[in-house]
């Protein structure tokens, strides 16, 4: 697969083998993700590793279509809004939304739990560790930890239940379901990390039977090699165009207004640049997928001509259509889980030292991150006049950013891993 989550995982895993500690990975066999970059395998490829069944309705439906493994056509995850999709994407929306429960990987359960026990007697790890998302895998790993006895570290790398974005949308039930799950996880887990110091008190508030050290924090980080060399792809982008790039996918709607990433604001502070600085060039690249429902926007704002979209690239071409910005575009929710939210792509725009315009709240973890390394410009991500100010700086060169270099140095990633490393020695013991 491909994505922030697998990269971090990546990124932790090519550390550790200069570590004490020797990975053994358990992953999904055939991938049916829209995301999906084999250039990540080389950097673990002296990594042993295991797979097993992994059925899912992305598994069936490419088997039923005959692609075997090869990736999904689309993104699962961002099903069109209601109203506005086909009869088989309303169709995948209701049986996602009321059946797969708590993610389309329920499959996964059973067939991983088996092969992790037989692991388990082959290789007689010394713990377990589990990033989620895939919510499916913290029910596997519970479940895995129980039968062994072997001490359980869960990573999310999201929230899954309270004011998170997808689960403010979820039926009562549901939530209702999800919440319980989330509950015998975190209470089963030796450890429980978060990637932000907010998040991290969240889960402190949210399980106050549970002991307060078990609840520990590691923020993303960059790797440097990734840099190295790296050669920024501006295109047909005239040097005389201010080049804004965003890296990611935005969400599919805005409603309720705050608890999604959202291309709206920005695409209207566009539109409003060209109707009254005409004399002011500036072009949005956006470093992934805007999908389908969303791709009439541009024209609807008249900003046709200056939005450019890469749809999803492998990592290393991703880093290159990016790094030619003059500036990077970072946006965040303003309600719910938005102060403490930090996205993968944060650390990814601090390595390459460029002005970051945040549009994020005053208290965002995001915004205190980009003020720490000095490359932040904020604005509040639905006031207009704000983002067409902050752009109209950007583009005019009224901003001149400082570096604080021992701030970047700290989010790179080896010493990323060795704070996990360190957390791994303590519930080894």
């Not at 379901?177 to 990390?193: F, K």
């Not at 889960?203 to 923020?219: C, L, N």
């Not at 790296?230 to 409603?255: A, M, N, Q, S």
């Not at 939210?341 to 709240?361: D, G, Q, R, S």
Request: aromatic letters at 10%; a neutral charge; one cysteine or more.
């Amino acid at each position: 697969m491909g994505g922030p989550g697998c990269i971090k995982l990546v990124k932790h895993l090519g550390f550790m083998r200069h570590s004490d500690w020797e990975p053994i990975v358990l992953t999904q066999g055939d991938n049916t993700f829209f995301a999906y970059d084999e250039s990540l395998l080389a950097e673990v490829e002296d990594i042993k590793k295991y797979t097993f069944f992994s059925p899912d309705l992305g598994w069936l439906k490419s088997k039923l279509k005959g692609r075997g493994s090869k990736p999904a056509p689309e993104d699962r995850r961002w099903l069109a809004e209601k109203g506005k999709a086909s009869l088989s994407q309303r169709i995948q929306r209701f049986l996602w939304r009321n059946f797969l429960i708590p993610d389309g990987k329920r499959g996964w359960v059973m067939p991983l739990v088996r092969e992790a026990m037989r692991v388990i007697e082959i290789e007689k790890p010394e713990l377990i560790y589990v990033r989620l998302p895939v919510w499916s895998l913290g029910i596997a790993a519970r479940r895995i930890a129980r039968k062994s006895g072997l001490p359980l570290i869960v990573d999310f790398d999201d929230e899954w239940t309270g004011d998170f974005n997808d689960f403010v949308e979820h039926p009562p039930f549901r939530k209702a379901i999800e919440r319980r799950l989330e509950g015998r996880i975190v209470r089963s887990a030796d450890i429980v990390l978060a990637t932000t110091p907010g998040a991290k008190e969240n889960f402190r508030h949210r399980y106050p039977d549970q002991p307060s050290e078990k609840f520990q924090h590691i923020t993303m980080g960059y790797d440097p090699a990734d840099f190295h060399d790296l050669e920024p792809k501006r295109g047909d982008v005239d040097k005389d165009t201010f080049l804004l790039t965003f890296l990611g996918t935005f969400h599919h709607k805005i409603e309720p207004v705050g608890f999604f990433i959202t291309p709206i604001f920005i695409f209207e502070a566009l539109s409003r640049i060209k109707e009254l600085y005409p004399e002011v060039k500036i072009k949005l690249r956006i470093v992934g997928h805007l999908i389908e429902t969303l791709q009439y926007l541009p024209e609807k704002y008249g900003i046709s001509q200056m939005v450019e979209i890469t749809g999803y690239l492998p990592h290393k071409e991703a880093m290159a259509q990016t790094l030619a910005g003059d500036a990077l575009l970072l946006v965040m929710y303003s309600k719910g889980r938005g102060e403490r939210h930090l996205p993968a792509k944060t650390f990814e725009y601090i390595a390459m030292k460029k002005p970051v315009l945040t549009l994020a709240t005053e208290g965002a973890d995001a915004w205190k991150v980009m003020k720490e390394t000095g490359q932040g410009i904020r604005a509040h991500p639905e006031r207009m006049e704000d983002i067409v100010e902050a752009l109209l700086k950007l583009a005019k060169g009224e901003i001149d950013i400082q570096l604080h270099e021992d701030a970047i140095e700290s989010y790179a990633q080896r010493s990323k891993t060795e704070e996990l490393l360190a957390i791994f020695e303590r519930a080894a013991k």
